[in-house]
Structure formats: C-alpha cells, structure tokens
C-alpha cells in the first residue's frame, strides 16, 4: 500500500512543468476572457465597497478604507482564482475531459499532474492578485515596490488555497457539491479572515477561529507590505501558508489514487 | 530485453464482491499482435489499463517490458503507446499542439516533438490538418490523431482498446494497413476488438474472454479450425426453432443468434435438400470464420 502511494508521488522536480505548460497553451486561446473574467469580481467589491462603505466608515487602522481594502482584495483574489481553477477547470480535467486519463498513459505520475495543477492554479493567482495590486497602485492606494513584495505570497496564497480545493475536487463525485465548499469555507473566509475588515472587530471567539485561517495570514503578509509598514510574524504566517499548502497536497494524492487508481 | 513484453500470471480483480478478471494468465511476445476478444463488459479495458498500472490487481503477477507492473509502472509507460478506448484529445488545441503537449508528457523538449510531428502526421494521413482544432475533425481523423499520438515516444509495445470502433470501412482499413506498418516495423501490439474481421486480419494470436476469465486462446485459423472446422450454412427468413428441428439430423451443431440460424454442417449438401423448395428462406454456405468461433464460445447454443 504504502508502495503504492509513493509509485503515485512526484517523479521528479520537473514532470510537472509538462502539465502546467499544458494548460498555459489552452488557457492562451482564451486569455482575454479569462482574465476579464478573473478580475471583474474583485475589482467591483473594490470600487463597489471601497467607495460606497469607505464614506461611511471614513479611516480603518490610520489608512483610508478603500486603501485597507485593497490590500484584502489582493489576498481574496488569489484565494479565489486559485480555488475556482481548482474545483471546476481542474476537477473537469480530471473527470469530463478525460484530460488526466491521457496524462496517466505516459511516464507522468498522478503526484506530477497534481503538482502541474497547482502550479497552474498559482499562476492564476499570480495574475489575479497582481493584477488587483497594480490597480491599487495605480490609484496611489499602494506604492509600487509593494507590488514585488507582494508578488510571492500572492503566490503562496494560490498554492494554499488550490491544494486545499483540491482536496475538496478529490472528494467531489460532481460539481454538485463544490457550493458547499463556496458557501461553507470560501465566502466565511472572506470576512473571517480580515479582507474587508480587521479581524479586530469579530467577537473574540472568531478571532481564535481566525488566526488559523490561510487567509488571515494572507492578508496579514499582504496588508503591511501594500501600505508600506513593517509586517508582524512574517516566520509564521510563511510557515503557516506553506503547511496549508503542502499537507493537503499529499493528502489529495492519497484520495486521488483511490478514485483514479483501483 | 526480455523475451516476453506482457506477462500476466493468475491475475485476479474484483470490484466489492464481482469479479472483473479472474485467475487471468497470458504472455505477449516482442513483435506480437495480440488481441483480446469478448462481449461488451468482459474485463477487455480493464486488463488494458492493468497493462498500463492503472488498475492494480487484487492477487496475481504482472509484467511488461520486463519491470513489474503496477510498482514500476512509470518505467513501462514510458516505452509504451496507449490508444484509449475513448478519446481523450484536447478538443480546444489544434492537432500539432496536442502531439506537443503530449511529447512534453514524455519529458520531450519542445524541439524534440517537432522534430517528429511531420513523419507522425505523415503516418496518420493529417498532414493538411495539422492546424484545425481537433473539436473540428471527424471521428476518423481523431481517432488516427490518438493513434498518431501513442507513437510519439517511439514505443516498443501499444496498447490498443477498440481502435477501430465507430470508424466507417475506410477509416478502418486505412488503421489496420496502418497497424500492419506498425508490426512490420517489429512493434508488440495488444488490441481489443469487436471485429471479428480486424481481429481475423491482425491478430497472431488472441484471447476470448467472458466475465474476465480467458475461455479460449490461439492463432485464429487454428481457433477456427478446432472450434468449428466445417462449412457454416446462415439461414434466415423463417422460424428458427421450427427450421433447426428440420435440420439437425443432418448437422453438427445449431445456434441462434437473433433471427439467424447458424448451421455448422460436414456435409453442407444435405442440409440444402431439406430445405430445398422452401419460399422466403435466404441461404448463404460459407467457409467458417472468427465470428462463428466468437459465437459459439460467447453465445447460447440452441438447446432442443
Ligand atoms: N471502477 C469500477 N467499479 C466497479 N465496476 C467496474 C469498474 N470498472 C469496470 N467495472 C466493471 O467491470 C466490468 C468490465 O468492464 P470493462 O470496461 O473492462 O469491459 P470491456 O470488456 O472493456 O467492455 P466493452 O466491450 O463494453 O468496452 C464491467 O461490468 C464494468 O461494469
Ligand atoms: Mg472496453
């Protein structure tokens, strides 16, 4: 069994640089759309709350809100190109499209296509996260510089949330089921996890329930470095994003196996 | 090299409590055609994907290409080519990016695929197609493109399941011609088939299966020669029962597929008598064939 698990890991550090290059050429066909599509959401929460509430609620932690905001969309962004790509465009690659299957006939092993998707899920994220970053500095809401800084855990951030959803994409036997996800951890995550308001106003059980979140160490790297402050426990946050990212890897390899390989 | 590219021995899977393939033992030598013949849900596609390291099977050996499968599976696929039984191309590219992507797979550079698409085009006749997305070709050019596909890592051994299904008698012919290139260039092939015809043509050697569990094995003619070895006589337009009580003193064996009745008959001439004068009967007294073998050893017998 154990053989088993560890013939279905990575084969090497490069197998999945063939998956994510895979994707890239579809993904080009389709580019504008794609990106378009990945920014809409995020940019009218932005402009849609961070002008109308930014009025009402005036400064949040010595800043103006929209500029507070903003740094929380970058976070929210990757998080949900990263779990969007996971739970549908993955999970119908892997199921529908039969994409996987022929992945499965050459020397690739199922670890090298899952690490391929998680990259690629991460390199949505990149581009959806960055792209919310150069908007905000654009607007003065950011300094430029802080759009390099915030680059890696943007990264970061994709990685965590596509290995979770794919866990959740493991288990699904259809789409069905992903609203579960969205409704039950996603969108909760969004207001637990200091995006849209500092964590500081949730009751105090919440905010024990909100230092564990991937989010909230998300935001608490990308906040500081957008509004061009010193960041608090970078170490931790770092490790904590690199465990959500890298447990629920080999945990979905493990599912994976046994719904693909038996 | 080993001598042997597939060998299974006494391999056993079953799904909860159903068994799928059961004690199942077989070799395929280099340079082999090897088909695998049996009805709709005998095991075929998943001894296919045991092949591959796909399934692991619950009790039972397997090797191929002298590793152990499924432990050291990764090392076979790599010197393997696999025609599913259901395509799985990528419909959004075009026909040269699917075979780039798909030598990418393989650890090829981007040079490397490029350097063969021309000849593997060339071989799947899709020259002039190589840049139509693939969601625009028909169901015979996507199929010789999957073919075209498993040969892009020069394989030693393919894997084939229901290459020719749904394809019209050109598509067909133009596969097994190709097929037939691919042996004469000393590749192993294992297929599975519902033509019995294809199976007939290609085949050195194959396997008849029924509930996963091999019931007959052998080179075709010989298979044809033990298992019915006399002229067929295929009778329909009347009442099968009514007719097979007529002839039967006169023949080997019965059976009743549908609404035909196949007559197998040492001494074909008798059975014509009694049934000469008959209206709206259509006869046909043909030489035995691979269809006849599948029939008699997967059908029910006329038992009266
Ligand atoms: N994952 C699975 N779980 C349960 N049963 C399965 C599974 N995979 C296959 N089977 C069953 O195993 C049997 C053999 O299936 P298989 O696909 O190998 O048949 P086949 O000979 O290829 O049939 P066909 O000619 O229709 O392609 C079928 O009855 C199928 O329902
Ligand atoms: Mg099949």
């Known amino acids: 069994m154990w053989e088993r698990y560890v013939a279905a890991l990575p084969a090497n550090v490069w197998n999945w640089v063939a998956v994510w290059r895979r994707n890239y050429l579809v993904w080009r066909k389709l580019a504008l759309a794609s990106i378009l599509g990945n920014l809409a959401e995020p940019m009218s929460s932005l402009f849609g709350l961070g002008f109308g509430l930014g009025v009402m609620v005036g400064g949040v932690d010595g800043t103006s809100y929209i500029a507070f905001l903003a740094a929380g969309m970058v976070a929210t962004s990757a998080m949900i190109a990263a779990t969007f790509e996971t739970i549908y465009a993955t999970f119908a690659r892997m199921h529908a499209l039969r994409t996987w299957e022929a992945m499965l006939c050459t020397q690739l092993t199922l670890g090298d296509i899952i690490l391929g998707e998680l990259a690629w ?142 | 090299m080993s001598r042997v590219h597939i ?97 990418r797979y393989f650890s090829m550079s981007t040079r490397e695929v490029e350097a063969v698409i021309p000849s593997l085009l060339q071989f799947a006749r899709l020259e002039n197609k190589a840049d139509a997305r693939v969601a625009e070709l028909s169901g015979g050019m996507k199929r010789r493109l999957t073919l075209a596909r498993s040969l892009i890592n020069d394989p030693q051994l393919l894997v084939m399941d229901e290459p020719t299904t749904g394809l019209d008698p050109h598509a067909r012919h133009l596969i097994w011609e190709r097929l037939r290139s691919l042996l004469a260039r000393g590749k192993t092939i294992i297929l599975t088939t519902h033509f019995m015809e294809e199976a007939e043509r290609l085949c050195d050697r194959l396997c008849v299966i029924e509930a996963g569990r091999k019931i007959a094995e052998g080179c075709p003619r010989a298979l044809i020669d033990e298992q019915i070895g006399c002229q067929v006589i295929e009778i329909y337009g009347g009442n099968p029962h009514e007719l097979g009580a007529l002839i039967r003193p006169y023949v080997q064996r019965i059976e009743v597929s549908g609404e035909t009745l196949f007559c197998y008959a040492p001494d074909p001439e008798q059975v014509l008598v009694q049934l000469r004068g008959r209206t709206g009967l259509r006869l046909l007294q043909r030489p035995p064939n691979l269809e006849d073998v599948f029939l008699r050893l997967t059908g029910r017998e006329m038992k009266d």
């Open chain 2, 7 to 103: 060998d299974f021995a006494g391999v056993t899977k079953s799904y909860k409590d159903r068994i799928i393939v059961g004690g199942l033992s077989f070799t395929v030598g280099p340079g082999e055609c090897f088909g695998l013949l049996g009805p709709n849900g005998a095991g075929k596609s998943t001894i296919t994907r045991m092949v591959l390291g796909m399934i692991p099977p619950d009790a039972g050996k397997i090797t191929v290409l002298g590793v152990p499968v499924p432990a050291r599976a990764r090392l076979a696929r790599a010197r393997i080519g696999v025609v599913p039984q259901f395509d799985n191309l990528d419909l959004e590219l075009t026909v040269r990016e699917n075979l780039l992507a798909f030598g």
């Open chain 1, 121 to 262: 899920a991460a390199t949505k994220s990149i581009l959806a996260g960055t792209a919310i970053a150069i908007i905000a500095a654009m607007l003065g809401y950011a300094a430029w510089s802080s759009v390099l800084y915030a680059l890696p855990v943007i990264a970061l951030t994709g990685l965590a949330f596509a290995s979770l959803a794919m866990v959740v994409t493991a288990l699904a036997p259809s789409y069905h089921y992903f609203v579960f996800y969205q409704t039950l951890i996603v969108t909760p995550m969004l207001y637990l996890g200091g995006a849209v308001f500092p964590v500081s106003q949730l009751p105090g059980a919440f905010q024990q329930v909100a230092a564990f979140l991937p989010l909230t160490h998300s935001v608490d790297l990308i906040r500081p470095a957008m509004l061009g402050r010193p960041a608090d426990s970078v170490g931790v946050h770092i490790t904590a994003l690199c465990i959500y990212a890298i447990s629920p890897f080999f945990l979905s390899a493990a599912l994976f196996r046994r719904r693909l390989m038996r």
